[in-house]
């Protein structure tokens, strides 16, 4: 048997990655909570609330998004432990033992069982991505519109006329641009004189 | 009613904070950790496992943190008209 495959250095920089980026996470929540909560002047009022709703709802999802980012990482440890393990003992053992195929076993279940738990993560993952506001999918991809809609001019052919029809840019044509009917304010009522005389009582 | 407590000299660093979040250093993170998953599994069997979920969120939450950011130097920046406002309305012009 050769050493099962897979690099457990790899693995374990990813956990400390993994590490790296929860705390940064963890900034994000401190200055979150600091936002939703600062101190002195009192803001009330619609504005507030609104505010304060998002600031907490985001503050969640950064939560769970650590969370999740926790997990993987010490997923990712405790598997590169295993695959060490597992790798010093093939090497150490007769190749031919019966010893090899259980070690092959061991991994190979691990192996299984740490594929499932990223997929359960992963699920986590999604369901934290869509809960985002403003994820609603979107085509991100280019915009193709058929020759002639967009804003280049479709080539004539060498030696063709143009035969459809001609459009002018408003103002050029025949017709005159509408103009908008002035807008006229209505008429108010005199105000009274500043400094009040006593004679509105 | 929620009521927030806020000053408006303390909340610019916040939200300049908040702002600040992204540069895209979270997302390169998670894009890393990604890599260095799927090449220590070693096969390709985890690649259908963990797509580009991870860095993708990390990059959204990055942008997500910047608009709460921005409407919080909004605020601020409301509050400082408003009592600029009131100190003219008072005639308090210092």
């Given amino acids: 048997m050769k050493p099962p495959e897979g690099d457990p250095d790899l693995l374990r920089r990813a956990g400390v990655r993994c590490a790296r980026l929860a705390a940064e996470l963890a900034d994000v929540e401190s200055l979150l909570a600091s936002a939703a909560a600062g101190r002195g002047m009192r803001w009330d009022g619609a504005a507030a609330a609104v505010f304060g709703a998002r600031a907490t709802e985001h503050g969640r999802a950064v939560r769970d998004t650590r969370a999740s980012v926790e997990r993987l990482g010490s997923l990712a440890a405790a598997f590169a432990a295993e695959l060490t393990e597992v790798q010093q003992l093939a090497r150490a053992t007769d190749p031919q033992a019966t010893e090899q195929a259980r070690l092959e076993e061991r991994i190979a279940l691990s192996r299984t069982r740490f594929r499932r738990e990223m997929r359960i993560v992963q699920a986590a993952l999604s369901q934290v991505l869509l809960r985002l506001p403003g994820t609603p999918a979107r085509w991100t991809g280019p915009v193709v519109l058929p020759p002639g809609l967009g804003t280049r001019p479709v080539p004539l052919r060498p030696g063709s006329r143009w035969t459809g029809p001609v459009v002018l840019p408003p103002g050029l044509g025949p017709r005159a641009i509408p103009l908008p009917a002035p807008v006229c304010a209505s008429p108010v009522a005199a105000a009274p004189l500043a400094g009040g005389t006593g004679q509105s009582a | ?94």
């Fill in chain 2, 1 to 94: 009613m929620q009521q927030l407590d806020v000053a408006p000299g303390s909340l610019d660093p916040v939200a300049a904070a908040l702002r600040a979040v992204d540069d895209g250093g979270m997302t390169r993170l998670a894009r890393a950790v990604l890599d260095d998953l799927v090449e220590g599994f070693g096969g390709s069997e985890l690649v259908g496992e963990v797509d580009g979920t991870l860095p993708q969120l990390v990059d959204r939450v990055a942008q997500q943190t910047t608009l709460v950011g921005d409407r919080l130097s909004g605020a601020a920046a409301a509050y400082r008209r408003a009592e600029w406002l009131a100190r003219l309305a008072t005639g308090d012009h210092r």
